[in-house]
């Protein structure tokens, strides 16, 4: 092809077609591959050369820029033979050292972010305190995607390095909550198994720095925490400290500013609550499924102001307070063949006259309180599902669950039978029967559970909170 004249500057046909070969060349090939990258839902560079037909519109458009850069440096050397070729060529060089420098910036914001977390980290596991205030100012909100102050945050707490949570809360950008939103974040996920040292029923929610500052050893971690929580960490707070049977922890909260209201309609994921407004009545619910004695007795004596202040749901057909004591009883019963601390709790309902009524409920809503019970399945060895979907009053509703201890509990505390003769006979009857293999089988193997008896080795078995928060505070920390 023969070259243009120096002082010419009009364009030969070759140049042209050079210039014009890359827009063709990006017009056919970004379409195609947009089509094909909706369909097979994103294409790699990897996938696109493994087929020759995908690989020809890339080859294609390579071939076009290689062949525009040859033309431009052709065009300077015949335009300025001394330096022309040298400084096209150094200008390529510098455009594509842009355009690499431009296209790993992700790549460096990503090291720089994981330098960062790590020398937080790092930080956060030693006790230079000075050394990880410095970490916090040189990390951002965001040290990386799953690494963040807030739980930084948490797992300080937890481990009860009181100094620098404090120095985080001063130095993070933004609020910092207790609650963690992010399941998981235990520093020791093994640990999957936890109960509540006072009543040894299970803790529901995830291990999190609100948990640690009511529960665990130092209680000056608990006081710089929960004066820097907002109002729903206090919400969250005052029902751990209301299902861990915590009278002190709850008045401390309450006077906090934390909403009783709120609290107890909080719930977890596979624990259905039967009241979606808050109550009296489900505030008891809540009492009764955590057995918080020790909370029930200081609200109806030092704190009764707080359960008077409830809107009420008594006398309106959906059962009273030995009703709900009758269900909830009779289903633990039911399933461990225990009544673990529902009997102080049903005293402590007995000596409050406004909430040891009996009244039946009536029909209809007692078809819908006298569920079948957990174990189901051995019902009919102790009472025809006919037979207890009709009953209403708690002496009834504990019948129904197929439990025996809390039949006679009800009885001996002088609860009526609220129904017929006929059927006074037949719970008198129940009373006398031995209860059976099955049954006996089944309630042993749910303890063996709770005792951690079938843990699979290697795995911890069930631990008291406390506990487990007193160990986290003082074994060593991560290398």
Known sequence: MKDTDPQDTLLTPYEG?????????????IPLYRVLGSLAGGLSLAGIFSVWWLAIPALLVVAAVLNFIVMTIRRADSSYPSRGFWAALLIWILIFSVAHYISTADERRAAATAQRTEAIKLAADGDDLQAFQTAVKNCRLHCDRYYTFEVLYNQLAIRGKTSFVKALQSGAPGHLGAIDPYPARRDDPKQ???YYCATGTWVQHDVNG???ALFGPDPALRQIMLDYAKPDELNHGLHYAIRADAPEQVSDLLKRGASLEQAMLI??????????EPSDMALLDLLLDAQAVKVLKWLLTDGRSHFDALPTTRDQGKGNALHL?????GRNEAALGTLDGYLPILDLLLSAPSLRTATPIDAEACRTECEPPVMRVFRPSIVSTLESCQQCGPVEIAWG?????????LLDRGVPITQDRRRERMILATLKKPVDAAILKAQEANQGFRRGDYTKPGEPKPRCLDAYLAEQ???????
């Not at 669950?401 to 509990?409: C, D, E, L, P, R």
């Open 325 to 329: 004591w009758a269900e909830s009883a």
């Open 267 to 276: 719930h977890y994921k596979g624990n259905h609550r039967r009241f979606n």
């Open 192 to 194: 999957k198994r936890l």
């Open 210 to 212: 609100l948990t640690a």
């Open 473 to 479: 505070a003082t074994r060593p920390q991560k290398d």
């Open 401 to 409: 669950t197929g439990a025996v201890g809390s039949v006679k509990a």
């Open 17 to 29: 077609r050079s210039i014009l070969a890359v827009p063709i060349a990006l017009l056919i090939a």
